[in-house]
Every structure is written in C-alpha cells, then in structure tokens.
C-alpha cells in the first residue's frame, strides 16, 4: 500500500479578511495540509492571526519566503500584488495558491507561468467555486443529454453596493467569476462577440465554435444575482448561489424538461476546504501544475478579449 503523503505545509503571504474569514478555517479542517506561518508587514497583525491559527507569526514577506518549513504559499493579497509575489515565492521554491484575479492582463499572468514552469512549481488560481459538489452534478446532466444539445449559458453575478457606499470590489474581482464559469460550462474555445461596461457594471457575449452562446453578466451596484443556466434543445439547468457559497448551504439544481420541472437538492460541501486539497494533492503527486498553466493564461486571456470588446 503506498504510505500517506504528509500534509503539506503552508505559509499565508498577508492577513486579509478572507484568510480569516473562509480559508485558514478551512485549511484547519483540511487534513492534507497544515498552516505552518501567516506573514504581515506589521508584526502585531501576524501575532493576532498566528494566536488565533495555532502556527508562526512572521514579519515580512520575503522573511516567510525564506523559510525552509513551508512547501508552498497561499497569497490573498491585493490583486496588483498577486504577480510580484507570485514570482518572488516561485523563486524561492515555493507552489503557490493565488486568489483571483491572478494577473492584470495575459502579459502579467505569463510572467508568472513562465516561471513555474522553469522551477517545475505549482501555480494555481484560487477559484473556490469550481471544487464545490454542484458543478459536477450539473455537468453530469449535461453530459447525459438531460437537457439535449446545449444551445445557450448565461452566468450573472452582482454584488449591492456596501452599507458604507464603497463598492465591495473591484470590477476584475466580480466580472471574473462568470468568464470562469462560461470556460466550464461551454468549454475554453471562445470568441468574444461584443462587450459593454459602465464603472461599475459589465456584460458581454461570446459564442463557442459550435455556435453555442454565452451571456455574462457582473456589476457591483445591483441587486444580488449568483446564478447561471444552461439551455439546451430539450430543457434548461439553473444554478442559485453558483459562485460564493456558505459551506452550510444546501445545493438545489433547477431542471426543466418535457414540460416538467425537478428541484434535485444535493449535500451541503466546503468549496475552500476542496480547493485547498486539491492544490495539495497536485503538489504531493506532481501532477496537474500545467493544466493549472493553463487555466491561468486562458483566464487572463479571455478576461483580456473581454475587456477589449467593450464600448
């Protein structure tokens, strides 16, 4: 019987709000890696997380970095930091776990690719959502012809403007989600139609080169919206809550077909506590680091495409 692999042990580079919230408790329930370091410019903050976490509290990035305790790093920095210390922990010999987006632009996203390929290292976008149970059912309907050919995707989502009136993220953060989620429901072969955007909203469509379309949708002053829906010759697949999902929620898949409608509704699952042990698994069995190349420059290329259609 092959040995278990030993958990893999992470340095978190910065204390943000969703490390706190959602991945270092996941990390926690997580058996196949342990939280070994949180690193923060201001020491105080990197005790307070370290108190709280049970592992190193670290000054410094680069002093993290340094470290021969850590195999790899999760990196939920700002996203104008995502590169710059994406390169410095791949060259200090480190896989890396990146929050989303990964890279201003492809030329960026490249940079970084180019470089775990030459030291052979995982680098992976964090894209939580696609580890979560439901997308799997979905799929498996679609595969079996549940619904015939597919015809059509539209994925939306949108965020209320805060309380505050600070807008709860930047553009790239929110839009990226459906571009992401049209990749795994129509596949990565997409040309961009058209595009429009405002400050704080944006749409575009795209078609794959069987025809099929797919209308995307974000903003960050709406009423909330977290879905998509397939289309297809013989019924239709929606999805609430696709994208930011509570690890209680309860999953409900919406199909209609022959003019009959089912609610299948499938076990709660932990999106964070899934992503965190699939980039483990990679990194203990050296598999997968250039399909998540690739996911990273099709991503940044497609976000790029959008961004260039848009009037």
Known sequence: MRPAARPRRIGVLGCADIA????????????????????????????????????????????????????AVYLPLPPALHVRWSLRALEAGKHVLCEKPFAPDAVQARLAVDAARKHGLLLMESFMFLHHAQHAEVLRLLGSGAIGELRSVTAEFAIPRLASGALASTLPEVGAYPVRAAQLL??????????????????????????????????????????????????????????????????????????????????????????????????????????????????????????????
């Open 20 to 71: 706190r919230r959602r991945m270092l408790p996941s990390m926690a329930r997580q058996p196949l890696v342990r939280l070994a370091a949180v690193a923060s410019r201001d020491a105080g903050r990197a005790a307070a997380f370290a108190a709280e976490f049970g592992c190193a509290a670290v000054t410094g990035y680069d002093a993290l970095l340094a470290r021969d305790d850590i195999d």
């Open 186 to 311: 129509a596949g990565s072969e997409l040309a961009v139609l058209g595009a429009g955007s405002g400050e704080t909203y944006g749409s575009a469509l795209l078609a794959t080169p069987q025809g099929v379309t797919v209308h995307l949708t974000h903003g960050l002053d709406h009423a909330y919206r977290n879905r998509y829906a397939l289309w297809g010759s013989g019924g239709r697949i929606s999805l609430d809550r696709a994208y930011s999902t509570p690890d209680d929620h309860v999953p409900v898949i919406h199909l209609e077909r022959g003019g009959s409608r089912e609610h299948l509704t499938l076990p709660p699952d932990s999106q964070f506590t899934n992503v965190i042990g699939a980039f483990a698994r990679a990194v203990a069995d050296g598999t997968g680091f250039e399909r998540a190349a690739q996911d990273i420059m099709r991503q940044a290329e497609l976000m790029d495409l959008v961004g260039a259609g848009a009037i």
